[in-house]
C-alpha cells in the first residue's frame, strides 16, 4: 500500500502563520510566492491546526467584474456563506469585511488580478473596509490573506504609494522553493533519494511540492527517467503537459520567447550573446532586446543576471540564467518534443527529450551543489561554514570555477568544479588546476587565504575518490553532500 501525501517542510512558515492566527485580533497578510509553490497549501494546514473554524477561500479568475462575482458566488455557495451573496464589486468588498468582522478568514488568491483595469476599483473598496477592521483592530477576531503569484504586480496593488492599499498590510510572507530537506524526505518517503534520481527530478521540478505530488499521484516518483518523462509530459493526460504554457508563457503572449529560449538552452550567456540571436532570427528587434530582458527580470523574475565573484553590481560581464527550473528544462528540452507528440512517433520523442535534459543536467548539478552548501552551512552541517552565498568565477581568459564556497572569518576559499561524469571529471582535474591558478593569481585579496579544492559529482567510484585525492582534491559526490538532511 502506498504511503499517503503529506504536508511537508514550511515549519518557519507555517509557525509565521500560526502566530498570526493566534493573536486572535484583525491582520492583512500578503502571501506571495510562483504558482504551485504550495501558498494555499500552507494556509489551509496553518488554519487547520491554528485557525477560527469559519473560513472563506475566493479564487479570482483573469477575467471582468462579471467572471469574478460568478466565481466568487461559487465559492461563497462552497462554502455555506450565507445570502445575499455580492451582486458587484463594491458589495464584493463590503461582503469581506462583514466576514471578517464576525470572525472568518478570508483567503483572496490570484489577488494580482485586481491589478487590471475592469477590476481595479475594487482596489478602492476593499480600502475603506481595511481600514474600518483596522479602526477596530482589537475587536476584531478575523483577518484577510491575499495570495498572489507575480510580485511586482502584488507590490503595485500594496506597496506602491499611490495605490489604494499602500500601508496596510500588517504582515507578509514570501513562500520560497521547498529546501533540500524537504525535497529528501519526499523522495525518501515515496521512492528513495539515489543521487541519479535526485539530480534528475530536482533539475525538473526544483522545491515545487505540487509537481513531486503529481509524480506520486501518478506512481512514478521511484521509476526509471523514460517512463517518468512519458507518463507526466507525453500523454493526453499526463498533468504537466501544459504547465508551463499555463503558468509561465500565457502571462507573456508569445513576446518574450525568443529571449527565454536561448536563455535556457545556453545558461550563463552574455547580453551581447543574446542581442546577436535576435538580430539572427529579426533583424529589427535588437532595440527591444533590453526592455525585454528588463522585464523578464524585474516584473516576472523569470530570468536572473549573475556577476562572478568578487565583480562590481555594474560589471559588463555578467551571465544570465533562467531563474526557475522547471521553466529552464522546459524551453530547453522538452517542449519542442512534447509539441510534436501527435506527428511523431512517442518512443523517439521521449528519448530526444531525455537526452536534452540529460545535456541541461549539468548546469542543474551546479545549482544543486551550491544550494546544498548553502543549506548545509545555514543548519551547522558539514565542513564548511558559508559567510556569503556560493557563486561562480569566469573571465575573459576562459578560467571557469563552478564553485565558490567563501569562509570570511577563518579566511578560507573552496573552489570547486562539477560534472555529471565521474571519469570526465578526473579526466578534466589537470586542466582545472589552471583554472585555480589564475583564479587566485588574479585575486589578491586571496593570497593569504587557504584554498582549498573539491571535486564534485552525482556519485564518485572508489577510483575516482582516490585519483582525486592524490590530486590534492576533496572529493564529494551528492550522497556526501545530502548526509545529514
Known amino acids: 500500500m502506498r504511503t499517503p501525501w503529506g504536508f511537508y517542510g514550511r515549519q518557519n512558515e507555517l509557525g509565521q502563520l500560526a502566530a498570526i492566527l493566534r493573536r486572535g485580533r484583525w491582520f492583512f497578510l500578503k502571501l506571495t510566492g510562483r504558482r504551485r509553490i504550495g501558498k494555499t497549501s500552507l494556509v489551509q494546514e496553518a488554519l487547520k491546526a491554528h485557525g ?133 524526505e519526499i523522495l525518501r518517503t515515496h521512492a528513495d533519494s539515489d543521487p541519479a534520481r535526485l539530480l534528475f527530478l530536482w533539475n525538473l521540478f526544483e522545491g515545487v511540492p505540487k509537481f513531486f505530488r503529481d509524480c506520486h499521484e501518478q506512481e512514478v516518483l521511484g521509476a526509471e527517467r523514460r517512463t517518468v518523462l512519458e507518463r507526466m509530459f507525453f500523454l493526453s493526460s499526463s498533468p504537466l503537459r501544459t504547465e508551463a504554457d499555463n503558468w509561465f508563457l500565457r502571462e507573456l503572449h508569445g513576446r518574450y520567447d525568443m529571449v527565454l529560449k536561448f536563455i535556457a ?145 577563518q579566511r578560507v576559499v573552496r573552489l570547486g568544479t562539477c560534472k555529471r561524469n565521474a571519469d570526465r571529471l578526473i579526466r578534466d582535474l589537470p586542466e582545472f588546476d589552471g583554472h585555480i591558478a589564475r583564479f587566485v593569481g588574479a585575486m589578491r585579496r586571496l593570497r593569504d587565504w587557504r584554498v582549498e579544492r573539491v571535486a564534485v559529482t552525482p556519485r564518485h567510484t572508489l577510483e575516482s575518490r582516490q585519483t582525486a585525492t592524490s590530486r590534492g582534491y576533496v572529493p564529494q559526490d551528492l550522497v556526501d553532500l545530502t548526509t545529514g538532511l
Open 265 to 409: 538552452r545556453h545558461p550563463g550567456c552574455s547580453n551581447a550573446e543574446i542581442t546577436q540571436h535576435a538580430r539572427s532570427l529579426q533583424p529589427d528587434s535588437e532595440n527591444q532586446i533590453g526592455g525585454y530582458v528588463k522585464i523578464l527580470r524585474e516584473r516576472y523574475r523569470m530570468i536572473e543576471r549573475l556577476q562572478p565573484v568578487f565583480a562590481a553590481p555594474t560589471a559588463r560581464n555578467g551571465r544570465f540564467y533562467i531563474r526557475d527550473n522547471f521553466l529552464r528544462s522546459w524551453l530547453a528540452a522538452l517542449a519542442v518534443p512534447a509539441a510534436s507528440v501527435s506527428f511523431r512517433p512517442l518512443g523517439p520523442l521521449v528519448d530526444e527529450a531525455d537526452r536534452r535534459l540529460a545535456d541541461a543536467e549539468g548546469h542543474g548539478l551546479e545549482r544543486l551543489v551550491g544550494a546544498l552548501y548553502e543549506e548545509r552551512s545555514r543548519k551547522g552541517l558539514g565542513d564548511f561554514s558559508l559567510t556569503e552565498r556560493i557563486t561562480g568565477y569566469w573571465d575573459r581568459q576562459g578560467t571557469e570555477i563552478d564553485l565558490v564556497a567563501l569562509n570570511e572569518d
Open 52 to 184: 477560527p473554524a469559519q473560513t472563506l477561500y475566493l479564487q479570482i479568475p483573469d477575467s471582468d467584474p462579471a467572471g469574478v462575482l460568478a466565481a466568487a458566488r461559487e465559492f461563497y455557495e462552497l462554502f455555506q456563506i450565507p445570502e445575499p451573496h455580492p451582486s458587484d464589486l463594491q458589495s464584493l468588498a463590503r461582503s469581506i469585511g462583514t466576514l471578517v468582522r464576525s470572525g472568518y478568514v478570508v483567503a483572496v488568491d490570484e489577488f494580482q488580478y485586481f491589478l487590471r483595469r475592469v477590476l481595479f476599483d475594487f482596489n478602492s473598496y476593499l480600502q475603506v473596509e481595511v481600514d474600518r477592521l483596522a479602526a477596530e483592530a482589537d475587536t476584531v477576531r478575523g483577518g484577510l490573506i491575499v495570495l498572489g503569484s507575480i510580485h511586482t504586480e502584488m507590490d503595485a496593488l500594496l506597496e506602491d504609494r499611490t495605490a489604494p492599499l499602500f500601508n496596510r498590510i500588517t504582515d507578509q510572507i514570501d513562500l520560497p522553493h521547498l529546501d533540500l530537506a524537504s525535497v529528501l
